[in-house]
Nanobody, 115 residues
């Protein structure tokens, strides 16, 4: 069974940076979409950033210019580089892969931005 394993979350001060990683525990072929989502306390889950078709990249307006998504196809890994973090970025971050129409989700990693 394929699992997505996230890492890189933690506590950071406002203005700081973190890099999240998400890797598949086994080979997944033909991944057409890799993305990051987040759920803040009391809010719905929202899209943060996504790479579709290996080419198109989309970001939530709230993170444009601060976050960068990238992928390593050879490692079946997606990254989220987060800079200039704000307290409102505090949330549980989840990764998602899609392959042959099947979605795979990570277990989530907590990011807390606080002084």
């Amino acid at each position: 069974q394929v699992q997505l394993v996230e890492s890189g979350g933690g506590l950071v001060q406002p203005g700081g940076s973190l890099r999240l990683s998400c890797a598949a525990s086994a080979s997944i072929f033909n991944i057409d979409t890799m993305g990051w989502y987040r759920r803040a306390p009391g809010k719905e889950r929202e899209l943060v950033a996504v790479i579709s078709g290996g080419i198109r990249v989309d970001y939530a307006d709230s993170v444009k210019g601060r976050f960068t998504i990238s992928r390593d196809n050879a490692k079946n890994t997606v990254y989220l580089q987060m800079s200039s973090l704000k307290p409102e970025d505090t949330a549980v971050y989840y990764c998602r892969f899609r392959s042959y129409g099947v979605n795979y989700w990570g277990q989530g990693t907590q990011v807390t931005v606080s002084s």
